[in-house]
């Protein structure tokens, strides 16, 4: 058990809908990132997030956003959904702000289908 | 710019075989190196890491060497099992960016 929470576990929604994927950081890290992780694109990185503020983009899409609050979740959203964003996404998160020594530890993930 | 090169897989071996994944990176500075593993239906986990040249990395029977003159962080395993089926990703932490660069993973299944 990494100490991240992801949920959910798995989501079914249509094309064209919105949904909120949300993420739990290891206690003490102040680091989230966000990754898609796809049969025919391996792992993606889409954003990194230290202490609420964005602090690297990745290959994220414009119908996609990300924040982290206060407590230091984080909520990935998707919109205008498509076919191709099915995927696993994960969340990591990590103790510094990038760079370094800094291990990212992993979320379950969460399993999203469009259909 | 950063990046990272693996192994195609995928890789398949008989148990007790000898297992290399190669994994060589380009990098600005002086990054970390990690090896992650990712068992089936799971999130990646650290498998190892070496944070500065010459370091070897180790655990669970893995192993890995940061080499700086071959830019290369291969991963080792004298005997493996078939519990060590899983896909294997290299990756690397700049110390000059703000990104965790991860290879394209290598899948490995141990047959027995």
């Known amino acids: 058990d990494s100490g991240v929470t992801q949920t959910p576990k798995h989501l079914i929604t249509a094309t064209g809908q919105r949904v909120t994927l949300r993420c739990s950081p290891r206690?003490?890290?102040?680091?989230v990132y966000w990754y898609q992780q796809s049969l025919d694109q391996g792992l993606q990185f889409l954003i990194q997030?230290?202490?609420?503020?964005?602090?690297a983009k990745g290959n994220i899409l414009e119908r996609f956003s990300a924040q982290q609050f206060p407590d230091l979740h984080s909520e990935l959203n998707l919109s205008s959904l498509e076919l191709g964003d099915s995927a696993l996404y994960f969340c990591?998160?990590?103790?510094?702000?990038?760079?370094?020594?800094?291990?990212?530890?992993f979320g379950p993930g969460t399993r999203l289908t469009v259909t | 710019g950063n990046s990272v090169t693996q192994m195609e897989g995928p890789v398949t071996l008989s148990e007790e075989a000898f297992l290399t994944i190669n994994c060589t990176y380009t990098?600005?500075?002086?990054?970390?190196l990690f090896w992650y593993v990712q068992y089936p239906g799971e999130g990646l986990q650290l498998l190892l890491k070496?944070?500065?040249?010459?370091d070897k990395g180790s655990n669970k029977g893995f192993e890995a060497t940061y080499r700086k003159e071959t830019t290369s962080f291969h991963l080792e395993k004298g005997s493996v099992q078939v519990s060590d089926s899983a896909v294997y990703f290299c990756?690397?932490?700049?110390?000059?960016?703000?990104?965790?660069?991860f290879g394209t993973g290598t899948s490995l299944t141990v047959i027995p």
């Open positions: 990591a998160s990590s103790e510094g702000p990038s760079g370094g020594p800094y291990e990212q530890y």
């Open positions: 206690s003490g890290d102040l680091s």
């Open positions: 997030y230290y202490n609420g503020e964005e602090r």
């Open positions: 990098a600005t500075g002086y990054p970390s």
């Open positions: 070496a944070t500065k040249a010459d």
């Open positions: 990756a690397l932490n700049s110390n000059t960016g703000n990104q965790f660069y």
